[in-house]
């Protein structure tokens, strides 16, 4: 069973910084696309980032600039640095990633749990 664990979720003031990340473990044999989302409360969830196995990134327009993806493809991790923070950045994250659980399989898609991000004005 594939598990994605998220860590480094807390309380920060506005301008402050975070760094998320989001570890795969289980039975994996490849990793491909691996993304983050967010929740703000009482809103849908959408796209924050996401990054391919070779490192191509993509970002959410209004993320552009203070949010930086990164992975570890050693780790099976994905990582996501917020910088300058805001109060509309308060939400919960979620990780995401398209995965291979053995040889011949399928790509299947998992979901964290979600760490919750508090950004205080």
């Known amino acids: 069973q594939v598990q994605l664990v998220e860590s480094g979720g807390g309380l920060v003031q506005a301008g402050g910084s975070l760094r998320l990340s989001c570890t795969a473990s289980?039975?994996?044999?490849?990793?491909?696309?691996m993304a983050w989302y967010r929740r703000p409360p009482g809103k849908p969830r959408d796209l924050v980032a996401v990054?391919?196995?070779?490192?191509?990134?993509n970002y959410a327009d209004s993320r552009k600039g203070r949010f930086t993806i990164s992975r570890d493809n050693a780790k099976n991790t994905v990582y996501l640095q917020m910088n300058s923070l805001e109060s509309e950045d308060t939400a919960v994250y979620y990780c995401?990633?398209?995965?291979?659980?053995?040889?011949?399989?399928?790509?299947?898609?998992?979901w964290g749990q979600g760490t919750q991000v508090t950004v205080s004005s």
């Open positions: 990054i391919t196995t070779a490192g191509s990134t």
């Open positions: 995401n990633a398209d995965i291979v659980p053995y040889y011949g399989g399928n790509y299947t898609n998992f």
């Open positions: 289980g039975t994996i044999f490849s990793i491909d696309t």
